[in-house]
């Protein structure tokens, strides 16, 4: 579905009542994840006789709903995760945030809603990060972007709504995990599954997360960090975890990763993580790999190290799996060279450290 305007010029409307600098200030030195927020927010609409219209940075409050309104009902609903990222020099930079708006419009067209244009995505970001540039954390923390897409039409019918509202909120961020570097543990789901062929798993929607829960919650009762999803025909193929793409690290150099085909998020750090691997002359191998080669393989040594990677946590290796028949080890249990060397790689291209020649940063400020 296509709008039927052009992008729409963005006003702004400044918080008269922002948070008092210091306590913003208290607030970043912990920022924690995803439970602070700045004092403003990005809205747009879109209606089918109108296109996309009426975008503005506005004061961040509460989103008025009818009852009716068509996402409470029918789950019409998107999102994306990117970060603003506050180099040493303090440049504010994005990370190919045009790949985030790519991956926007392809889960617009695959939730049968409005695509929102590029450009009105990306300048949308950009002046959310410039209005709320005194939130962005230095260091190791950073700016957390959440653009979300729902279906705002006061209805009750199985069709795809008229009306939708674009948002856009931020929040600054730590570490994804708590214990930082440390390596996470794995539970593996056998019953329940995160997307099967033909479904929304390449769509960036809350469905799909919703689906992950319950999952999730019984690899917390199994005192794991994160679940990780097998095919839905099979239950055999290793896909992805509930929030995240893995890889797989192989003593002969070889880096393994399921492939994408429609039951996978194209992740824009799983594909940046297979353009370095390959320019450190690393062999990547998109394929699949079942849960039963995964045991063998740790346990016969030939893989030594296996990471999940995604917006929030960048990079976080594996330390140990659990499945309903035991667990093991992958290697040594402790995070591995080549995913501490690619995560400051890939941090350090973020942050504006080393020079970016791929033209992968966009820079704010």
Known sequence: MTATSTSPEITIEFHKSPVPDADRIKALETPGFGK???????????????????????????????????????????????????????????????????????????????????????????????????????????????????ANEAFLGVRPAQEYIFCIIASPVGAYFKGGAKAVSLWVETTYTRAAAGGTGAAKCGGNYAASLVAQAEAAKKDCDQVVFLDAAEHRWVEELGGMNVFFVMNDGSVVTPPLGGTILPGITRASVIVLAKEKGLRIEERPYSFEEWQADAASGKLVEAFACGTAAVLAGIGLVRHAGGEFKVGDGQTGKLTTDLRQQLVSLQKGITNDERGWTRRVL
């Open 36 to 150: 602070i927020f700045t004092d403003h927010m990005v809205l747009a609409r879109w209606t089918a006789d109108k296109g996309w219209h009426d975008a503005k940075v506005t004061p961040r409050r509460p989103l008025e709903l009818d009852p009716a309104s068509a996402v409470l009902h029918y789950a019409q609903e998107i999102f994306e995760g990117m970060k603003a990222y506050k180099a040493d020099d303090g440049r504010i930079l994005l990370f190919r945030p045009e790949e985030n708006a790519r991956r926007f419009a392809k889960s617009a067209a695959r939730m049968a809603m409005p695509e929102v244009p590029e450009d009105l995505f990306l300048k949308a970001v950009e002046e959310l990060v410039r209005v709320d540039k005194n939130w962005i954390p230095s260091g190791d923390a950073s700016l957390y972007l959440r653009p979300f897409m729902f």
